[in-house]
């Protein structure tokens, strides 16, 4: 059973940072295509970033130039760092896996519990 677990959400103040990691058990973390989505009260849930096997990335132009994603296939970990936070990041964030290499459960995808990042002073 693949499971996915995120740490590092908090409270921070504007123009502040936060590190948001994501830990994948249960199968084999190189397979999986990572993202970041994110969701606020009465709104839809939204990619942030996202991460390739390759480690091409991909960002939401709301958080391009603040945000990084990254992963360590060793530690079956992706992260993403949030630089110059602002009150409108407030949100739920999940981590997100799919199963782009596997023979057995391609397409599969998966979801972590969420993890709240607040921004205010």
């Known amino acids: 059973q693949v499971q996915l677990v995120e740490s590092g959400g908090g409270l921070v103040q504007p123009g502040g940072s936060l590190r948001l990691s994501c830990v994948v058990s249960?199968?084999?973390?190189?397979?999986?295509?990572m993202g970041w989505y994110r969701q606020a009260p009465g709104k839809q849930r939204e990619m942030v970033a996202s991460?390739?096997?390759?480690?091409?990335?991909n960002y939401s132009d709301s958080v391009k130039d603040r945000f990084t994603i990254s992963r360590d296939n060793a530690k079956s970990s992706v992260y993403l760092q949030m630089n110059s936070l602002k009150p409108e990041d407030t949100a739920v964030y999940y981590c997100?896996?799919?199963?782009?290499?596997?023979?057995?459960?391609?397409?599969?995808?998966?979801w972590g519990q969420g993890t709240q990042v607040t921004v205010s002073s």
């Open positions: 997100y896996a799919k199963n782009v290499l596997g023979i057995v459960g391609r397409g599969n995808e998966y």
């Open positions: 249960g199968s084999i973390f190189r397979r999986y295509k």
């Open positions: 991460i390739t096997n390759d480690d091409s990335t």
